[in-house]
C-alpha cells in the first residue's frame, strides 16, 4: 500500500474521494500522495489538492474540479447554479506548486536535491478531446473523467517527458519528502524565527492587519484590540520594528516573564538597525534605571501587592522623570496590554520624549484579563479592532468562541478534533502526564507540547523554577523536553499542541479567563483534562458542548 497523508483525509467534495480512490488503488508501495496540502508563501496561502511522489518519477501536484468543465476563448469555466464562472485551474495549481518545491528545498531534512516536479488538472466530471490544448496545458496536462482509471501512469508519463536535467525521485527522497509534508514541521522556534526574519512582517499576515500597521503610520497613538490567535504579538513586534527602522527609539513592553523571554528572542534575530532600544518586561525596565528589585512576586501578599502594583511604578516614575533625553522613547509599544496596573502608566508615559505627543501603541485582549487589575492608558487612544482567529485549528477556535466576548472569523486550518478527559479537580495534572505520554506516543516531538494547569503547578514546573526564571523560561526553547507551565505565564505564548489541566479546586473571580487563555494556546492539537461541572459553571452549557463534554 502506497504511503498516505493523512491515513483517512475528509474530502470537501465528492469529485476528491474519487481521485483519492483511483490514486490509492494505481499507486505503488512505496509512493506517496498527501491529500489537501497547504502552503505559504509570500504572495498567498495556497491548497494543493493532491501531491504525488512516484519513485523513480519524481513529484506532481494535482488540482481537482468536479462538476461541467470547459474551456472557451482561452478562459476555463466551471459550471454554477448561478451561471458559468471563470476559473484558474492551471495557474492555481502552478502557483502552488512552485512555492511547496520552494517550501521543501529549504527544509534542512530534504537532502534529494533538485528532482523533478510538475503539475496537471483534474476533471472527474468533464470529458477532453484528444485535439485539446492550450499554450500553458496541452492535453497530456489534462485529466478528465475517461482517464481516471489510469491517472498514476498518465503522472508518470508528465514526469517522464519533461526537458529538464533533472532526476526522479526515490524511496529515501519519498520517505523525506513524507517527513517534511507530514505537519511534524521545523521546530518551533525556527518556525518562528523563520517568519519574522523577513524585511517585511506583513508577507505572513492577513490583509487586514497589513492594513492596521499602514494605518498606525499615522496615527501616533493606538489601541489594538483582538481575541486570541489574532495576531497581536506579531503586530506589536512588527510595529516596533518598523519604528526602530525609521529612526525611532523604541520600548517594546510586558508583563509576563515567558512573554518577554519570547519577544527578546525573536528580535535578537532582526538586524542590529531594526532592534528596539529596549525589549523586555515593565518592571525589569525600572530596575535598570535603578529601581529596587523588591519582594518575590510570587508571595502575592498585602505587602508585595503593595510594591509591585504601586511603590514600584511611583518610584518608576520618579526615575523616568529624571532621564537624559537620550535614554527617554520616541515611541512605545505594550503586548498584553490588559495586564497593565493604573498606576503602570505614569512612568510608561513619563519616560516619553514628549509625554503629550510621544507615540504609544498598545495591544489587548480583555478576556484575557487574568489578574486582579483594571488598569487603562490614561490617554486617548485610537481603537482598532482584529476579528480574526488566524493561530488556532478552527476546531481548537470552535471550542473557546463563547469565551471570546467579540465575533471572531475564524481562518485557521482544520486540524483533530478537540479531545475532553473527564476528571476530578484533584486528578486533572494526573490525566494530563497521560495525555503528554499518548501524545510522544503519536508522534509529537517534546518540542512541540507543552502542559498547562490553571490552579497548582505541575511538579516538573516547581522543580524547573527553583533554578530561578531566566533558566526556567530557557527550558521553552529546549528541543528535548516538554514544557510545563501554567496559563498565568503563557499568554502571547503558544504550543503546537497542549494537554490543559484543569486543577482549580473551585471557580475562581478569574476562572473563566483562565480557562479561555489555556484552551486558546494550542495551535493544531487540544487535550482538555477536567470536571465538566466546573468547565460548565465557569463557561457554559455551550462550551462544555463545544469541548465534546456532553
Not at 117 to 143: G, Q, T, Y
Amino acid at each position: 500500500m502506497s504511503i498516505r497523508i493523512p491515513e483517512q483525509p475528509r474530502f470537501a467534495h465528492a469529485t476528491e474521494e474519487i481521485v483519492w480512490q483511483a490514486l490509492a488503488e494505481q499507486l505503488g508501495p512505496n509512493d506517496l500522495v498527501v491529500a489537501n496540502q497547504r502552503v505559504t508563501d509570500h504572495d498567498k496561502d495556497h491548497e494543493i489538492d493532491f501531491v504525488v511522489a512516484l519513485e523513480g518519477y519524481g513529484v506532481i501536484c494535482l488540482e481537482v474540479k468536479g462538476g461541467e468543465v470547459w474551456c472557451a476563448d482561452g478562459n476555463w469555466y466551471q459550471h454554477h447554479r448561478s451561471g458559468p464562472a471563470v476559473i484558474e485551474p492551471v495557474e492555481q495549481v502552478r502557483g502552488a506548486m512552485y512555492a511547496l518545491r520552494r517550501f521543501v528545498d529549504k527544509d534542512p531534512r530534504w537532502t534529494s536535491g533538485h528532482v523533478r516536479w510538475d503539475h496537471v488538472v483534474v476533471f472527474p466530471n468533464s470529458s477532453f478531446s484528444a485535439e485539446f490544448a492550450l499554450p500553458d496545458c496541452p492535453r497530456w496536462k489534462v485529466v478528465d473523467r475517461d482517464d481516471i482509471e489510469k491517472v498514476v501512469s498518465m503522472l508518470m508519463r508528465v514526469l517522464v517527458e519533461q526537458q529538464v536535467a533533472k532526476t526522479g525521485i526515490d524511496a529515501d527522497g519519498i520517505a523525506e519528502l513524507a517527513e517534511v509534508l507530514s505537519g511534524r514541521g521545523m521546530p518551533q522556534r525556527d518556525v518562528v524565527a523563520r517568519a519574522l526574519e523577513n524585511e517585511d512582517t506583513c508577507d505572513v499576515l492577513t490583509a487586514q492587519q497589513a492594513l492596521i500597521l499602514d494605518a498606525t503610520r499615522l496615527l501616533p497613538r493606538v489601541e489594538v484590540r483582538g481575541g486570541a490567535g489574532s495576531g497581536k504579538t506579531f503586530l506589536a513586534l512588527e510595529k516596533a520594528r518598523r519604528l526602530t527602522k525609521h529612526g525611532k527609539r523604541v520600548a517594546l513592553l510586558c508583563y509576563s516573564h515567558g512573554l518577554a523571554s519570547y519577544l527578546e528572542r525573536i528580535t535578537s534575530t532582526w538586524p542590529r538597525k531594526h532592534r528596539p532600544a529596549y525589549v523586555g518586561e515593565f518592571h525589569e525596565l525600572g530596575r535598570i534605571w535603578g529601581a529596587p528589585e523588591g519582594p518575590p512576586e510570587s508571595l502575592r501578599n498585602e505587602q508585595t501587592v503593595q510594591f509591585w502594583e504601586h511603590d514600584l511604578p511611583a518610584r518608576m516614575a520618579e526615575l523616568a522623570a529624571e532621564l537624559p533625553d537620550k535614554k527617554r522613547f520616541d515611541a512605545i509599544v505594550v503586548d498584553e496590554a490588559q495586564d497593565f496596573a493604573d498606576d503602570w502608566w505614569r512612568p510608561v508615559l513619563a519616560a516619553l520624549r514628549d509625554e503629550d505627543e510621544g507615540e504609544i501603541y498598545v495591544f489587548s485582549d480583555e478576556g484575557q484579563r487574568v489578574f486582579d487589575r483594571e488598569g487603562v492608558p490614561p490617554v486617548d487612544l485610537v481603537p482598532l479592532v482584529l476579528d480574526q482567529n488566524m493561530r488556532n485549528t478552527r476546531q481548537i477556535a470552535d471550542s473557546f468562541i463563547p469565551l471570546v466576548g467579540q465575533r471572531m472569523r475564524l481562518l485557521g486550518g482544520d486540524g483533530p478534533e478537540v479531545r475532553f478527559v473527564p476528571c476530578l479537580s484533584e486528578d486533572a495534572l494526573d490525566r494530563a502526564d497521560d495525555a503528554i505520554d499518548e501524545l510522544l506516543d503519536e508522534g509529537w516531538r517534546p518540542e512541540d507540547v507543552a502542559l498547562l494547569a490553571t490552579g497548582s503547578r505541575h511538579p516538573e514546573q516547581v522543580e524547573r523554577q527553583a533554578a530561578g526564571p531566566k533558566a526556567y523560561w530557557e527550558s521553552f526553547w529546549d528541543t528535548d523536553q516538554v514544557f510545563y507551565g501554567h496559563v498565568l505565564g503563557f499568554k502571547g505564548l503558544e504550543r503546537r499542541a497542549v494537554v490543559l489541566a484543569l486543577n482549580e479546586k473551585k471557580p475562581q473571580d478569574r476562572s473563566r479567563e483562565r480557562l479561555y487563555v489555556g484552551l486558546s494556546r494550542a495551535r493544531d492539537q487540544l487535550i482538555v483534562c477536567g470536571d465538566p461541572h466546573f468547565i460548565r459553571e465557569v463557561g457554559g452549557e455551550d462550551l462544555l458542548e463545544r469541548l465534546g463534554a456532553i
